[in-house]
């Protein structure tokens, strides 16, 4: 497959209206909030309950993780872009595949808060109650093309995941020459910032896991994999896959 530009990528990630429309896979107000007098990104709501999770990732731990970190990096982005009113009307989606037209000065607070802000609204959709098992499908099949089967990719993943020094996340990805691959992101960078297109991720922030796991970041990862929502992430690989 041959590299593709920005814009190709977008609608090939199936984040326009239509695709909205068909399969959210995030909420359709998280883009552009328009108020009487006021323009930005808004926080929308998880998609189910706090403790949806449990016992796999706690009530508590979600609650502060959306409300409190999520909401900063919203509230963070507005700040960094108040005195660009261009850029608030934008999609974060935008915003994070454009960062070299971002004012250099405030760059790096957009880099950090719209990739916290787009990452974030990608790892709640990915999670359902009662998720987990084996996607199935294309999906399933590139996979296994790809790694071997299943237990390699989900073991690759795992250990990418563990081994992310500091914070950061782990990701499934379709590469700008069109493969699936898995890579670690520091921080809250996203592969859509390199021309990848991120299929599902891992937040190894301490946050997403310290009330529970403490230290024990391989049982959050174990366990997380029983949330994850494959039919969520089997649509958003077509979308992006194109």
Do not use: C
């Amino acid at each position: 497959m041959e590299p593709i530009s920005r814009r190709e990528m977008l609608k090939k990630l199936g984040w326009g209206a239509m695709a909205l429309t068909a399969f959210p896979l995030v909420p359709p107000a998280f883009g552009i909030k328009v108020a009487e007098e006021s323009i930005g990104f808004t926080l929308p709501p998880l998609p189910y309950a706090f403790d949806a999770l449990e016992p796999h990732i706690d009530a508590r731990t979600m609650e502060i993780h959306h409300d409190k970190h999520h909401a900063a990096y919203v509230k963070n982005l507005n700040e960094a872009l108040k005195d660009q009113p261009e850029w608030l009307g934008r999609s974060v989606w935008d915003v994070v595949t454009s960062l070299k037209e971002v004012p250099e000065k405030i760059r790096t607070a957009v880099r950090n808060n719209a990739g916290g802000h787009a990452n974030h609204l990608m790892f709640w959709e990915s999670m359902k109650k009662g998720g987990g098992g084996k996607p199935k499908g294309e999906l399933a099949k590139d996979i296994d093309a790809a790694f071997k089967d299943f237990d390699s990719f989900k073991s690759t993943f795992s250990e990418t995941a563990l081994k992310m020094f500091g914070s950061g996340w782990a990701w499934l990805s379709i590469n700008p020459a069109g493969k699936l691959e898995i890579v670690p992101t520091p921080n809250q960078d996203t592969p859509l910032m390199d021309a990848g297109r991120p299929v599902l991720g891992l937040d190894v922030w301490e946050h997403a896991y310290y009330l529970k796991y403490q230290n024990r970041r391989d049982d959050y990862i174990s366990a997380w994999w029983n949330t994850v929502h494959w039919d969520a992430i089997e649509q958003r690989y077509l979308a992006a896959r194109g």
